[in-house]
């Protein structure tokens, strides 16, 4: 592992806390304080991620001819000052504006990081590399909504805004330090090929799934907790996620680069279905941190396996587009889940949420196996 994957490695984790601080409390945020309802607050959450989609497609684009530091430095100087702009947003319309342009700075920087990273590692330790790499994410992704949740409590949401700030700032130093990359001269493909990697596709729609059924529980996790009464035991929820992630991600890294992504991301998806059933059906703290569990072993290996499947089926050359084309997939699925899951809402209760969302993460499997089939046959 070189200085630049472990620099990569924290600005990865650093650009993760901010999104995750957001995210966890940026719904009740224009609930509570902008009384907007549950629909709009799922739409400014999830606006983060369709903005994220853009970001992704200019760099996808931009690593075929240019260095992937610059770009990473123009995403984090983007990143930095749209962090700076909550406080002032006080109408719903504003807050969706900033959100969806903090989202943008978001994909172009953490695009142009997962490049740069991946090409530090060599193609037979990819899929171990990926997964200590992402570990960043993981760790934020409990971190980032339990120090959320702490402010939310105290309805601090000032803090909240200055802490993803300060944050940010310090993710742009620290790409400030990685390496310069030669210049790229671009090569002339189809439109298509400039901003979609076909080979990542069947795994990008896994991904599109998962992200989308995982959304809601990012999204509507706490308001759930507090329909149930349980809200001092979901403040632990992304804790139990993330730890269970943490003991599980190396193995399942190595395990991809030894047996292939088949025989992993299909029991990865039953894993995080049943994680997604029993959270609907939760009864007791017990099985809430059980579901959570669960969600870590399923969900939080499958975005790494993902990744790390797609950069493993291009050429070097091509890891900058494929990187970008699974997180796209991943960000429409993101994006738009928050929405659909507060329009949902209303009709379904929580319970029944998390209970659909079980049968749709159950059915990526098939649409897995199926399109893989399809493209080692031509």
């Given at each position: 592992?070189?200085?630049?994957?472990?620099?990569?490695?924290?600005?990865?984790?650093?650009?993760?806390?901010?999104?995750?601080?957001?995210?966890?409390?940026i719904a009740?945020?224009?609930?509570?304080?902008?009384?907007?309802?549950?629909?709009?607050?799922?739409l400014?959450?999830?606006?983060?991620?369709?903005?994220?989609?853009?970001?992704?497609?200019?760099?996808?684009?931009?690593?075929l001819?240019?260095?992937?530091?610059?770009?990473?430095?123009?995403?984090?100087?983007?990143y930095?000052?749209?962090?700076?702009?909550?406080?002032?947003?006080?109408?719903?319309?504003?807050?969706?504006?900033?959100?969806f342009?903090?989202?943008l700075?978001?994909?172009?920087?953490?695009?142009?990081?997962?490049?740069?990273?991946a090409?530090?590692?060599?193609?037979?330790?990819?899929?171990?590399?990926?997964?200590?790499?992402?570990?960043?994410?993981?760790?934020?992704?409990?971190?980032?909504?339990?120090?959320?949740?702490?402010f939310?409590?105290?309805?601090?949401?000032?803090?909240?805004?200055?802490?993803?700030?300060?944050v940010?700032?310090?993710?742009l130093?620290?790409?400030?330090?990685?390496?310069?990359?030669?210049?790229?001269r671009?090569?002339?493909?189809?439109?298509l090929?400039?901003?979609?990697?076909?080979?990542?596709?069947?795994?990008s729609?896994?991904i599109?799934?998962?992200?989308?059924?995982y959304?809601s529980?990012?999204?509507?996790?706490?308001?759930?907790?507090?329909s149930?009464?349980?809200?001092?035991?979901?403040g632990?929820f992304?804790?139990i996620?993330?730890?269970?992630?943490?003991?599980?991600?190396?193995?399942?890294?190595?395990?991809?680069?030894?047996?292939?992504?088949?025989?992993?991301?299909?029991?990865?998806?039953?894993?995080?279905?049943?994680?997604?059933?029993?959270?609907?059906?939760?009864?007791?703290p017990?099985?809430?941190?059980?579901s959570?569990a669960?969600?870590?072993?399923?969900?939080?290996?499958?975005?790494?396996?993902?990744?790390?499947?797609?950069?493993?089926?291009?050429?070097?050359?091509?890891?900058?587009?494929?990187?970008s084309?699974?997180?796209?997939?991943?960000?429409?699925?993101?994006?738009?889940?928050?929405?659909?899951?507060?329009m949902?809402?209303?009709?379904?209760?929580?319970?029944?949420?998390?209970?659909?969302?079980?049968?749709?993460?159950?059915?990526?499997?098939?649409?897995?196996?199926?399109?893989?089939?399809?493209?080692l046959?031509e």
């Amino acid at each position: 592992m070189t200085r630049d994957f472990y620099l990569g490695v924290g600005v990865n984790f650093l650009l993760y806390f901010v999104f995750y601080i957001l995210i966890a409390t940026i719904a009740p945020y224009t609930s509570y304080v902008l009384k907007t309802s549950t629909a709009i607050s799922g739409l400014a959450s999830g606006i983060f991620v369709i903005g994220i989609l853009f970001g992704r497609l200019f760099a996808g684009r931009r690593t075929l001819r240019t260095s992937a530091k610059k770009i990473l430095i123009f995403g984090g100087i983007l990143y930095f000052i749209f962090s700076t702009l909550y406080v002032p947003a006080k109408e719903p319309f504003y807050l969706i504006l900033v959100r969806f342009f903090h989202g943008l700075s978001f994909g172009i920087a953490h695009n142009a990081c997962g490049t740069i990273v991946a090409k530090t590692l060599p193609p037979r330790r990819r899929g171990e590399g990926i997964a200590y790499y992402s570990m960043g994410q993981i760790v934020s992704a409990a971190l980032g909504p339990f120090v959320g949740m702490m402010f939310l409590k105290e309805r601090n949401f000032e803090m909240i805004f200055l802490s993803a700030t300060i944050v940010s700032l310090f993710s742009l130093f620290l790409s400030l330090k990685i390496s310069d990359e030669e210049e790229k001269r671009e090569v002339l493909e189809t439109p298509l090929k400039r901003y979609i990697e076909s080979n990542t596709v069947p795994v990008s729609l896994v991904i599109l799934i998962a992200g989308l059924s995982y959304s809601s529980v990012l999204t509507f996790v706490s308001m759930y907790g507090v329909s149930l009464r349980l809200e001092e035991i979901t403040g632990y929820f992304f804790l139990i996620y993330a730890l269970f992630v943490i003991l599980t991600r190396p193995i399942s890294g190595r395990l991809l680069d030894r047996v292939g992504a088949g025989r992993v991301i299909h029991p990865c998806l039953l894993i995080f279905s049943s994680g997604m059933l029993l959270l609907g059906n939760t009864i007791s703290p017990f099985f809430l941190l059980l579901s959570a569990a669960l969600l870590g072993l399923g969900y939080g290996n499958l975005l790494s396996l993902g990744q790390a499947e797609a950069v493993k089926s291009v050429p070097d050359e091509r890891i900058g587009l494929a990187t970008s084309t699974y997180f796209i997939f991943l960000d429409v699925g993101a994006g738009f889940g928050p929405y659909i899951a507060g329009m949902l809402v209303p009709f379904l209760g929580y319970p029944g949420l998390y209970t659909l969302m079980a049968f749709l993460t159950l059915s990526a499997s098939p649409v897995y196996y199926f399109l893989k089939r399809q493209i080692l046959r031509e």
